[in-house]
């Protein structure tokens, strides 16, 4: 069975830094997830990715599938992304019906 | 689309009261999961179907049960609430196996008292 690790736990930044939230599973797998939660709750997906790199405006994932490890990076940081941020991974290498395993989540905090 | 809608949105109930979470996606989706997430651990997967008639337990099934009678429809019903179970409940969709986007709803947060 998969077990991700996300670091940090808690980020604090100042508007416009560059951020970087890191995340490691322990089985190959065949995509990664990173979801958005904001105050509030909802759940939205905002990158799936099997290899390489993603971009979704300020958003990059980034994979290396030797590794086992990804990061998400946020460009030019607002205080509209103050979100929870959370790595998941299918819950076995097989990648079948069976759900997601997920990290605790980044919490993290853009001031003005 | 609506996508996929939980209610209700918050519930209080007492120890030993039952109640269904209810769970509905219009996306025509195959693969649902239903997914609870405690204060300060990783969201843990209860029970999920494959299609309508197919379910299977997760990490944490235990005092949960569901049905998948229609593609569309998949609650979660617990029979005798204990404070253990207070915490906030996700269904999620898929299409279909293989490298998928999960969908999710926007949750129901449940306290047992």
């Known amino acids: 069975k998969n077990e991700v690790e996300q670091s940090p736990q808690n980020l604090t930044a100042q508007e416009g830094e560059f951020i970087t939230i890191n995340c490691s599973y322990s089985?190959?797998?065949?995509?990664l997830h990173w979801l958005q939660q904001h105050p509030g709750g909802g759940i939205v997906s905002l990158f799936m990715l099997s290899s390489g790199k993603k971009k979704h405006g300020r958003l990059i994932a980034t994979i290396n599938i030797q590794e086992k490890h990804s990061s998400l990076h946020i460009t030019a940081s607002h205080p509209r992304d103050s979100a929870v941020y959370i790595c998941?991974?299918?819950?076995?290498?097989?990648?079948?019906?069976?759900?997601?395993?997920f990290g605790k989540g980044t919490h993290l905090i853009i001031q003005p | 689309n609506a996508g996929v809608t939980q209610t209700p949105k918050f519930r209080i109930l007492k120890i030993g009261q039952s109640m269904t979470l209810q769970c509905t996606q219009d996306m025509n989706h195959n693969y649902m999961y239903w997914y609870r997430q405690d204060p300060g651990m990783g969201l843990k997967l209860i029970y999920y179907?494959?299609?309508?008639?197919?379910?299977d337990k997760g990490e944490v099934p235990n005092g949960y049960n569901v049905s998948r009678s229609t593609t569309e429809d998949f609650p979660l019903r617990l029979e005798l609430a204990a404070p253990s179970q207070t915490s906030v409940y996700f269904c999620?969709?898929?299409?279909?196996?293989?490298?998928?986007?999960?969908?999710f709803g926007d949750g129901t947060r449940l306290s047992i008292l």
């Open positions: 089985v190959g797998i065949s995509a």
């Open positions: 179907s494959v299609g309508a008639g197919i379910t």
């Open positions: 999620a969709s898929r299409r279909d196996r293989g490298v998928q986007p999960q969908h």
């Open positions: 998941a991974a299918p819950m076995y290498s097989g990648g079948g019906a069976d759900g997601l395993t």
